[in-house]
């Protein structure tokens, strides 16, 4: 399986499997959930006891991705998660989805490749799932915020879609000309959903900061491309795309939408691909 280590302070050592557990040479134990998912969380780890992503918003993207609303983004990602991929120089290439949320993009994007990913996210309820959906891979509720599980210089690919991006531990874990993909809203991502909700549609570009952030820690930057797509969303699509986003979680601004029955909208991400510096 994906090789972690272990997450008790101060111990950092090899996680090796024991049946259904993992532990370390200094004792520390780590029981496999009976979904297949193991918790390395620490107390230290989590600012409340319902850490990560709300159940709402887990179970709003679950929906939104199973209508099929992302297919055409995960066919523009395919081409760049291949390149992502192939940088390893052993034929089962280490890959880590940080924020890897119920699962959906790990197997649609690595589906051949289940013994080198490891998917991690804070919300129990997206690794119950994400772990039922692909039980051949390997997946972590943790806290990617934090140290990750994992060691210096082991990730041929790292992968962020919509999620965290801790620069300086994705720098620490990533091997020489590693490869991280990452994907975030674009500027009129549900434009047209903001503007109906907020009465403004702020637009703010955010791709050129992530490309300074990542060039600090030692990543140079391989291209930026806009992935852009329109939709006609129904009533319960509206619904969950409010959910899973954040956006309009006033009553005042769901009160806006009451008359709507369908709406159509902007999808649009930027996706950036950079590789580790030698």
């Not at 690595?110 to 959906?133: E, Q, T």
Request: hydrophobic share 40%; proline share 3%; with cysteine.
């Amino acid at each position: 399986m994906f090789q972690l280590r272990c997450t008790v302070r101060n111990c950092n050592l090899d996680l090796k499997r024991q049946a259904t557990s993992l532990v370390c040479s200094s004792g520390h134990h780590f029981d496999r959930a009976k979904e297949g998912y193991w918790s390395l969380i620490q107390p230290q780890d989590r600012k409340s006891v319902k850490a990560g992503d709300t159940d709402t918003a887990v179970l709003a993207r679950h929906r939104w991705l199973e209508r099929g609303h992302a297919n055409e983004l995960i066919e523009f990602l395919t081409p760049w998660a291949s390149k992502a991929a192939a940088c390893s120089a052993t034929e089962t290439p280490r890959i880590l989805d940080l924020g890897c949320g119920e699962g959906s993009f790990g197997p649609a994007l690595f589906g051949n490749n289940a013994d080198g990913y490891c998917g991690i996210d804070l919300s129990k309820r997206a690794v119950r799932m994400a772990a039922r959906g692909w039980p051949e891979a390997t997946w972590v509720l943790a806290n990617a915020d934090r140290t990750l599980p994992i060691h210096d210089q082991s990730i041929d690919c790292t992968m962020s879609l919509f999620g965290r991006r801790p620069v300086s531990e994705i720098s620490r874990i990533a091997k020489p000309n590693a490869m991280c993909l990452i994907a975030v809203p674009a500027e009129d991502d549900l434009i047209e959903l903001r503007e109906k909700t907020q009465k403004a549609g702020h637009r703010r570009s955010r791709w050129k900061t992530i490309v300074d952030e990542f060039s600090v820690a030692g990543f140079q930057f391989v291209k930026h491309q806009l992935w852009k797509q329109q939709m006609k969303l129904d009533r319960e699509a509206i619904n969950d795309a409010l959910a899973m986003t954040y956006r309009a979680v006033r009553h005042s601004q769901h009160a806006r939408l009451e008359s709507v029955t369908a709406m159509q909208v902007t999808l649009a991400a930027d996706v950036l691909l950079f590789q580790r510096s030698v």
